[in-house]
C-alpha cells in the first residue's frame, strides 16, 4: 500500500486557517475532492503544451516572456501560502527557484546569468513517462517521478529525470509545490 504523509509541504496559512476551524481551506477542498491520477497525468500534458508554447511564441516573435509569466502563473503554486521547490535542470549557479521571478528567468533566459532560457529553445512535444505516481491517504498531494522527453525541432528527444508534486488549489486546479529534474547520469 502506498501511502505518503507529507506534513511540512502545507502551508503556514494553511495550518492556521485549519487551527482556527474558520474558513475552507485548500487541505479541506482536496478532502472533500481528492487528487488522481488522472488529474496529474493531466496536469503533465498541460505542463509539456506550455513548454512548447513559449518556445512557439519565442519563435513567432511575440511576449515570449508574458506567456511564460502566464505558464508559472497557471502551474505553479508561486504566491499561495505554500513553499515552492523548484531545482531545474539546467541550473548550476542559482540551484533553486523559490520566486516567480526566478523561475521566469530560467524559463526565458535572462542576460548576464547562467539562464539561456530552456522553454525558448523551442520544443515541438514534451512527452512524459511515469514511473509511479503516490498521493497521499487524503488526497490531498500527488507526488510523480519518472522521464520526460523534450523534442526539438529536428526531431530528436531529451530525456529529462523529474519528480513532481502537486497541491489542489483553492479553486480545485492542481498546482506544482515541488518540481525537480536532472539529467540522467552519464559515466562518462
Not at 491520477?37 to 512557439?56: M, S, T
Not at 504566491?79 to 523561475?103: C, S, V
Not at 528567468?105 to 522553454?119: I, L, N, P, W
Request: proline letters at 3%; one cysteine or more; a negative charge.
Amino acid at each position: 500500500m502506498n501511502k505518503l504523509m507529507i506534513v511540512p509541504m502545507v502551508g503556514a496559512g494553511t495550518l492556521a486557517l485549519a487551527a482556527c476551524g474558520g474558513e475552507t481551506t485548500t487541505a479541506d477542498a482536496a478532502n472533500a475532492n481528492p487528487i488522481t491520477e488522472a488529474e496529474v497525468e493531466a496536469a503533465q500534458i498541460a505542463w509539456g503544451e506550455g513548454i512548447v508554447a513559449i518556445g512557439q511564441t519565442f519563435t513567432e516573435e511575440g511576449d515570449f516572456s508574458a506567456r511564460a509569466a502566464e505558464h508559472i502563473a497557471t502551474h505553479y503554486a508561486y504566491g499561495d501560502d505554500t513553499a515552492i521547490l523548484f531545482k531545474p535542470t539546467l541550473a548550476a549557479e542559482d540551484q533553486f527557484r523559490e520566486t516567480p521571478e526566478e523561475a521566469l528567468s530560467y524559463f526565458v533566459g535572462t542576460e548576464g546569468t547562467e539562464d539561456g532560457g530552456f522553454a525558448i529553445a523551442p520544443y515541438t512535444a514534451v512527452r512524459w513517462e511515469n514511473n509511479g505516481t503516490v498521493i497521499d491517504e487524503n488526497g490531498n498531494m500527488a507526488v510523480a517521478m519518472g522521464n520526460y522527453f523534450f523534442t526539438g525541432t529536428d526531431g530528436s528527444e531529451t530525456k529529462v529525470e523529474y519528480s513532481f508534486a502537486y497541491e489542489r488549489d483553492a479553486e480545485g486546479d492542481l498546482k506544482i509545490v515541488l518540481h525537480h529534474s536532472s539529467l540522467p547520469f552519464s559515466a562518462n
